[in-house]
């Protein structure tokens, strides 16, 4: 049972983050959506990532205009959102399984010229194009799994992973070929408020093909 004080803490700092969605989308994006892919693809729901806990995750970004970066399961694109708040003109892609969901991001940022929204299957895409690849658990662990083997066996460059809530599948990066973490905390209370009902953690790492 969560404690009152933390759900309490947790509900304002979401109200914080639907009032800045509002502010530059003009929509609130942190309504959860469950997903209708999860048996066949295991998909989790659409759940926005928190701004003071994206400052954090991604304090060591710095993406420059040759960049380009995909939120793999990108939701209604809180995290394009967020990077376009920072400045960043680079290329910024998400992509988004559900139809319902993917129509949301799609519509508040279609005025930007450098942000995509991609509607389908993350598998289906080469990754190749990507130099940054960020995931707030957008995939249960055994399609992680599978995800990552993908990764390894069709990427050609080396990339960068901010894997956000990591908990349930982020161990099978642990040392295998290629793979460097980078940094692995957990995120709580940032700045007095809880952003998450329990601890969450993120792993920030690179990967290098062989050869």
């Known amino acids: 049972m969560v404690n009152p004080f933390v759900a309490l803490s947790f509900r304002l700092s979401c109200m914080l983050d639907n009032k800045r969605d509002k502010k530059f989308c003009g929509n609130e994006l942190g309504v959860f959506v469950p997903s209708p892919f999860t048996g ?46 920072k400045g960043y003109s680079c290329r910024l892609t998400g992509v988004e399984i559900n139809p319902r969901v993917a129509e949301v991001a799609r519509s508040w940022s279609s005025g930007y010229g450098n942000v995509e929204i ?22 249960d662990r055994d399609a992680f799994i599978l995800f990552v083997n993908l990764l390894e066996m069709t990427l050609t460059h080396e990339i960068r992973l901010y894997y956000y809530a990591d908990g349930e599948s982020g161990f099978y990066l642990n040392e295998r070929p290629g793979w460097n973490l980078k940094i692995r905390e957990d995120i709580y209370r940032v700045r007095g408020r809880y952003i998450h009902t329990v601890p969450q953690r993120y792993s920030v790492w690179t990967y290098t093909p062989a050869g």
Do not use: W
């Open 40 to 85: 066949s693809h295991g998909a989790t729901g659409s759940q926005s990532a928190p701004y003071q806990g994206l400052d954090i995750v991604l304090k060591d970004l710095d993406l420059t205009p040759d960049d380009s970066f995909i939120d793999i399961g990108c939701g209604k694109g809180r995290v394009l959102a967020y990077l376009l708040g």
């Open 118 to 139: 991609v509607e389908g299957d993350a598998f289906g895409l080469d990754f190749n194009d990507y130099t940054v690849l960020f995931m707030y658990r957008p995939m």
